[in-house]
């Protein structure tokens, strides 16, 4: 069936180094791929998203790269900080409609 | 403000008393979709509207209902919910599936 995988589930930093977050989709037809960042006990919120006509994004710390022929695609945070430190989840389309499949998170810890 | 609203934000309840939670966007969204979310299975999607009278099944719509009557509205229905729905669950819009969604604060149900 449709899914997504992330990995990995854990990832701990020190402050100031670089954090990647990887997610496959098995949907050859996906074409939006956002990324969701979602602090302790509060609502996911849009980090950053990529159209499948674009192979990478950036926006200043944070950067995602899309490879449609591996079906894979990463999230990169640079000079981590502590406010970083999240639950990070990645999403797929799936068949070019509105069904949205999301990975099962990372949680980012940033070490001051 | 622009805002979506969940209600209630918490609630107990037991099995096969029928619930409601309702969801409110004010931001003339087309697209609005609610998620469940439980540790280490990430957001699943259980359905999504792409407008109004237009609902489709997400990843896990089993023992749910929805409806979308008018565009600002997009309440879920428990008809006979049961202990394995006890869940956080979200509820989001956004200009189209493809489009940064706002979520609202979350529902925590508990069924007993």
Redo the contacts between chains.
């Keep these: 069936g449709?899914n997504v995988e992330?990995h990995p589930s854990t990832l701990s930093v020190q402050e100031g180094d670089s954090a990647v977050i990887k997610c496959t989709y098995s949907d050859s037809a996906s074409?939006?791929f956002?990324w969701?960042k979602q602090e302790l006990g509060k609502?996911?919120?849009?980090i950053i998203?990529i159209?499948s006509n674009v192979g990478e994004k950036k926006d200043q710390r944070i950067a995602v790269t899309l490879n449609k022929t591996a079906k894979h695609f990463s999230l990169h945070i640079t000079e981590t900080q502590p406010e970083d430190s999240a639950v990070y989840?990645c999403?797929a389309?799936i068949n070019l409609?509105?069904?949205?499949?999301?990975?099962?998170?990372t949680t980012l810890q940033v070490k001051p | 403000e622009a805002q979506v609203t969940q209600n209630p934000r918490y609630l107990i309840t037991v099995t096969g008393k029928k619930l409601t939670v309702t969801c409110s966007q004010n931001m003339n969204h087309e697209y609005m979709s609610w998620y469940r979310q439980d540790p280490g299975l990430g957001l699943r999607q259980i359905y999504y509207s792409m407008n109004v009278e237009v609902t489709d099944k997400g990843d896990v719509p089993e023992g749910y209902k929805v409806s979308r009557k008018e565009k600002r509205n997009f309440p879920l229905i428990l008809e006979s919910p049961s202990p394995n729905q006890t869940s956080l669950y979200f509820c989001a819009s956004s200009f189209g599936f493809d489009q940064p969604q706002h979520f609202g604060d979350g529902t925590r149900l508990s069924i007993l």
């Design positions: 449709e992330q074409n939006y956002p969701y609502r996911p919120q849009l998203d159209r989840f999403a389309s409609g509105g069904k949205l499949i999301f990975g099962q998170g």
